[in-house]
């Protein structure tokens, strides 16, 4: 049974009911079907990292359940003159607001959060721990245009190492019934994926011939301390998707990526472009599945 969350620190912690029951909530809000009313409830953003596309997401998301999005300055709060987070979160919570979206470079901060206050704290990123709404945007994206995805044949390229997509993306892929498989450089794939149920694919072109969807990962430069990645260009040569790797696809199959794009690395402009990606609907969808994130954090359901 589907329940009302306390928190969402990752697709890990969610029962499949409940990875289901957001993902058919965020339909019926697609579809014109529900329309949720979090009147009075004050949510409060707290980007502790640069973010376009989820931090607007979740303020866009915030406003069309009629609650009111309260966006912290970082730079300008009390924490430039030393005030510890938990302090920051403690006042938060004192002022009677009534839900913390966080992201963050520390794996780890969100759940820390949830610890010490009594509202739910949603998970907007947090180092390469997890990204749950993005997670479920895509896995969203992927039920819409592949159907069940049950047996489903799903792969994960890139920098799977620096990934919090990736381990959200495998999470819920698993708890939906699909098949995963990674690929990327062996120095980018790290040795606790060997701990997931998933396929580790040397050869890229390969595998892409035989999967129903490729979620290509950007690469995540200003996390690589110390990490040897041969030349962009032989990244993009061994890795990339391309116009020509995209020929090897299904018909069907499609092309994720969770933005932003570092054009010509990990995907080629003519894919980033072409017919066969489904990036902005992964955009536009991250807006119904975190307006349904917020109504099961907030509202019994
Ligand atoms: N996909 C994603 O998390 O993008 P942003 O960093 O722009 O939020």
């Excluded at 009147?39 to 607007?56: A, D």
């Excluded at 990327?184 to 794939?189: F, S, V």
Aim: glycine share 6%.
């Amino acid at each position: 049974m589907a329940k009302r969350l306390n928190h969402c620190i990752g697709v890990r912690y969610l029962s499949s009911e409940n990875v289901q029951a957001i993902l058919n909530t965020a339909s019926e809000i697609k579809n014109g079907k529900l329309s949720i009313d979090l009147k009075n409830k004050i949510v409060v953003h707290l980007f502790f990292e640069p973010s376009t596309r989820t931090r607007l997401s979740f303020e866009i998301a915030t406003q069309k359940c009629n609650a009111s999005p309260m966006i912290i300055d970082i730079e300008t709060s009390s924490l430039s003159k030393g005030e510890s987070l938990l302090d920051m979160v403690k006042n938060i919570a004192a002022m009677n607001t009534d839900a913390i979206i966080v992201r963050h470079s520390n794996g780890g901060v969100p759940y820390f959060i949830s610890q010490h206050v009594n509202i739910p704290v949603i998970n907007a990123g947090d180092g390469y721990h997890e990204h749950p709404s993005q997670g479920l945007l895509d896995l969203f994206t992927m039920q819409e245009k592949l159907g069940d995805l049950k047996g489903k044949h799903i792969l994960i390229l890139g920098d799977i190492m620096h990934s919090r997509v990736a381990k959200s993306n495998i999470w819920a892929l698993q708890k939906s019934g699909a098949r995963v498989s990674v690929a990327g450089p062996k120095n980018l794939i790290p040795d606790v994926v060997r701990e997931f149920d998933v396929d580790i694919c040397e050869n890229v072109d390969d595998i892409l011939p035989v999967v129903d969807a490729v979620n290509v990962l950007r690469i995540q430069f200003e996390r690589q301390h110390g990490i040897n990645l041969p030349s962009i260009e032989d990244y993009r040569q061994q890795f990339g998707m391309t116009y020509k790797r995209q020929q090897l696809l299904q018909d069907h199959a499609i092309i994720l990526h969770p933005g932003p794009i570092n054009r010509g690395v990990e995907l080629d402009s003519d894919v980033a472009d072409g017919e066969r990606n489904v990036i902005l609907n992964q955009v536009e969808n991250g807006v119904y599945v975190r307006m349904a994130l917020l109504r099961m954090c907030m509202e019994d359901v």
